[in-house]
C-alpha cells in the first residue's frame, strides 16, 4: 500500500514565524502535491514537483515555498506564517494512473 | 473559477437508499476521478473514468461522464452510515495532466 505521511496533524504557530509542512512518501512516485483546503472553497494547488529539484507553481503559489531535495520528501515552507495561511494542507503523490494517493493533512492554525 | 463544481453541495438521505452527487466541469478533460473525505482526513480515491468512456463501476459505486455535457454523476447504491462522508470530483485536464482539479465538494449524510 502507498503510504503518504505528514509531519503534523495539528500545527499551531505564530504570525510571522517561519513554518515548515514535511511530506514523505514510500512508493517511488515522481510527482508530489500540496494543497490547501478551506470551507466553501474545497483544494487548491500550492505547488507540485515532478522531480527532484523540480517544482511549479500550483493556483495560489504567493507566501508559500517548497523544496525538494529527496524523491520521497517534499517539503511546504510558509515564509513568514499570517493568519490567513491557517488552513488544512494536504499533501499529494501521482501513480502511474492519473490517480493521488492523499495524507492525513496537518490542520495549521496560525495566530 | 473552479473547474468543477459539484451539486448538491449538500446531501442527507436514509440508510439503505440510493445517492446521486452529480459534477460539472468547463474545460476538456483526459479524465475524470471521484473521491472521499472523512471528516479532517485525508481524501481517497475512489474511481477514475477517462475521456472515453462512459460509465464505470466499482463495488457499489457507478460513475458515469458525459464529455458533451462537461458532467459526471457518483452514484452509491445501497447506502451505509460509514457512507457518511464528503465526495470530491476532479477533473485531469488535457494539457498538464499531472494536476487535478478538485471541485468543493458534495457533503453527504446517510441517517440511520
Known amino acids: 500500500d502507498v503510504k503518504v505521511t505528514q509531519s503534523s496533524r495539528y500545527l499551531v504557530k505564530r504570525t510571522g514565524e517561519k513554518v515548515f509542512l514535511e511530506c514523505v512518501q514510500d512508493?517511488?512516485?515522481?510527482?508530489m502535491f500540496w494543497y490547501r483546503q478551506d470551507p466553501g472553497l474545497g483544494l487548491r494547488l500550492i505547488y507540485f514537483?515532478?522531480?527532484?529539484?523540480?517544482?511549479e507553481k500550483g493556483d495560489i503559489p504567493e507566501g508559500y515555498s517548497v523544496s525538494r531535495e529527496k524523491k520521497e520528501r517534499f517539503s511546504l515552507i510558509l515564509e513568514s506564517a499570517s493568519t490567513n495561511q491557517t488552513s488544512m494542507y494536504l499533501c499529494?503523490?501521482?501513480?502511474?494512473?492519473?490517480?493521488?494517493?492523499f495524507g492525513p493533512g496537518t490542520r495549521l492554525t496560525v495566530l | 473559477s473552479q473547474q468543477g463544481e459539484e451539486d448538491p453541495q449538500a446531501l442527507s438521505i436514509q440508510e439503505g437508499e440510493n445517492a446521486t452527487m452529480n459534477c460539472s466541469y468547463k474545460?476538456?478533460?483526459?479524465?475524470l476521478q471521484w473521491y472521499r473525505q472523512n471528516s479532517g482526513r485525508g481524501l481517497v480515491h475512489l474511481i477514475l473514468?477517462?475521456?472515453?468512456?462512459r460509465e464505470k463501476h466499482s463495488g457499489r459505486l457507478r460513475v458515469t461522464l458525459d464529455t458533451s455535457k462537461k458532467s459526471s454523476s457518483l452514484l452509491i447504491t445501497a447506502s451505509r452510515a460509514a457512507d457518511t462522508a464528503s465526495y470530491f470530483c476532479?477533473?485531469?485536464?488535457?494539457?498538464?495532466?499531472?494536476?487535478?482539479?478538485f471541485g468543493q465538494g458534495t457533503r453527504l449524510t446517510i441517517n440511520p
Open positions: 474545460t476538456s478533460i483526459n479524465n
Open positions: 499529494a503523490t501521482r501513480t502511474v494512473s492519473d490517480t493521488q494517493y
Open positions: 473514468i477517462r475521456s472515453n468512456e
Open positions: 476532479a477533473t485531469g485536464l488535457l494539457q498538464g495532466a499531472q494536476k487535478l482539479v
Open positions: 512508493m517511488d512516485h515522481e510527482n
Open positions: 514537483s515532478y522531480d527532484v529539484k523540480m517544482k
